[in-house]
């Protein structure tokens, strides 16, 4: 279908990257949920922590959800052929940073903190991680 108006495609292939992007985005998310409901963790970033998950996806990335979200919208910017969201992807990821992942890091507790801290050797009874 030919464009009425508007800027050329982004590149040859941007469709299949984007949904290339996307089920990877979409996979990650869905993987780190399933990890932390499998830790007993909570998942809703405005509730207290109840659990440090450091396996599946946390082993490599300390937010993946986030990381997700990113890769979602550079997928979307493939799929739909637009470039916005290739600059909405940075600006999402530094507002993220600071407003969800800075603030909670400063005053981030768990609710089971007498139990004890995860070490790299493992968790003390009571944490998920590890």
Do not use: K, Q
Not at 29 to 55: F, G, K, Q, S, Y
Not at 108 to 115: G, N
Request: net charge positive; hydrophobic share 50%; aromatic share 10%.
């Amino acid at each position: 279908m030919a464009r009425l108006w508007g800027p050329p495609a982004l590149f040859p292939g941007a469709f299949a990257a984007g949904g290339l992007l996307v089920g990877l985005a979409l996979g990650l998310d869905l993987w780190a949920m399933v990890e932390m409901r499998r830790r007993r963790a909570n998942i809703l970033p405005h509730r207290a922590a109840t659990a440090l998950v450091t396996t599946g996806p946390f082993a490599w990335s300390r937010n993946p959800i986030y990381l997700a979200n990113g890769l979602l919208l550079l997928g979307l910017g493939g799929l739909f052929d637009n470039a916005w969201f290739f600059v909405a992807a940075p600006v999402a990821a530094f507002a993220t940073d600071r407003l969800a992942i800075g603030a909670r890091n400063d005053t981030w507790r768990p609710s089971s903190a007498r139990r004890g801290p995860c070490t790299s050797a493992g968790c003390a009874a009571g944490w998920a991680g590890g």
